[in-house]
């Protein structure tokens, strides 16, 4: 062979090796991709039992906290210092120190405190 051809042969090898260089860096990369692809599911699994135990925590505190009031609470005649609400109900709050909560509340006020507000 003379070594005009060696030499053409020689750096035809080099961009072979190259190539399969990058391609080897390249299959590296994508099979890291993969490897975290694999975990999220095994992330989002975990995260999502996670997420439903602490729904259902928050449901057993909202059927214990929102249970419908007897008739005998509902009829004290106290005074309400506090009256807060939100997307999950009302928390009532008497002078007494009462702690009322319910998914809804209606008041009736006398005239004279409707004149005042």
């Known amino acids: 062979m003379t070594k005009t051809k060696k030499e053409e042969v020689e750096r035809q090898l080099e961009g072979v090796e190259g190539e399969a260089k990058n391609i080897l860096a390249r299959v590296s990369s994508l099979e890291l991709e993969m490897d ?3 975990r999220l599911p095994m992330e989002f699994s975990a995260r999502s039992k996670e997420l439903e135990n602490d729904l259902s925590k928050l449901r057993s505190v909202a ?3 929102f249970a419908p009031l ?3 609470e509902l009829n004290k005649q106290q005074v309400v210092t506090e009256i807060e609400y939100s997307d999950i109900g009302v928390t009532i709050k008497t002078e007494d120190g009462g702690v009322f909560y319910a998914k809804t509340a209606f008041i009736s006020p006398s005239a004279g ?3 005042r507000v």
């Open 36 to 38: 975290k692809e694999r």
């Open 63 to 65: 059927d214990v906290q």
């Open 70 to 72: 007897s008739k005998e």
């Open 113 to 115: 405190v409707l004149q």
